[in-house]
């Protein structure tokens, strides 16, 4: 079984289908992480961002692999976990180079798909319920005020409350980064849309494990 989360940045998929994965039995299957791990090889490989292309990108991609972890699919480099590499600064600052790439889109799609083939999952990133599981048997699309998107992004940066004017900031990277994604981020017909800007996560995941339930998900990893 699948269920697909889709929303804009900050939206709180991944932490949500980690939690509803849990709860389901199920596992996660995080599509941002892959290209994070791309990402990583390629710096790795030409620390030079221009120099690029998806040719040189996916000639590296071998060195990255999608196996079963705890409740999860990890992406390791040349076989070993590297999360630290994964969420670091030049990884982060560089990702979305990678990420508009067409095949490399492909390629991370591919892993997603051989995933569920696996195990039952939960899948969060972009185009989940249109392009990559249109036949998916649950389909959720998250959405919040901007505002709020990015006052939950600083809390979890800062580990603290931030200001108005940290979040004003914030704000406004949040609704540039939706116009940039907006071609990426699109509500499948046939999904249920969470307005999430009121709720705690803990609501969000019960509403989702419902709704999952109604769907047929039982207790049971597979």
Partial sequence: MVIAIDGPAASGKSST???????????????????????????????????????????????????????????LLHGKESDDILRGTQVTQSVSRVAVMPRARGWVNDQGRAAARMRNVVVDGRDMGTAVFPDAELKVFLIADPWERARRRLVQRLGRQPNDEEIAAETEQIVKRDAKDATQTVQAADAILIDTTSLTQEDQVERIVALAKAAGAGSSPD
């Fill in 17 to 75: 289908a980690q939690w509803v994965a849990r709860r389901l039995g199920f596992f996660h299957v995080d599509s941002g992480s892959l290209y994070r791990a791309l990402t990583a090889v390629q710096l790795e490989a030409d620390p030079i961002v221009d120099n690029w292309t998806e040719d040189t990108v996916l000639g590296n991609a071998g060195k990255v692999s999608f196996v079963p972890a705890e409740r999860t699919f990890c992406p």
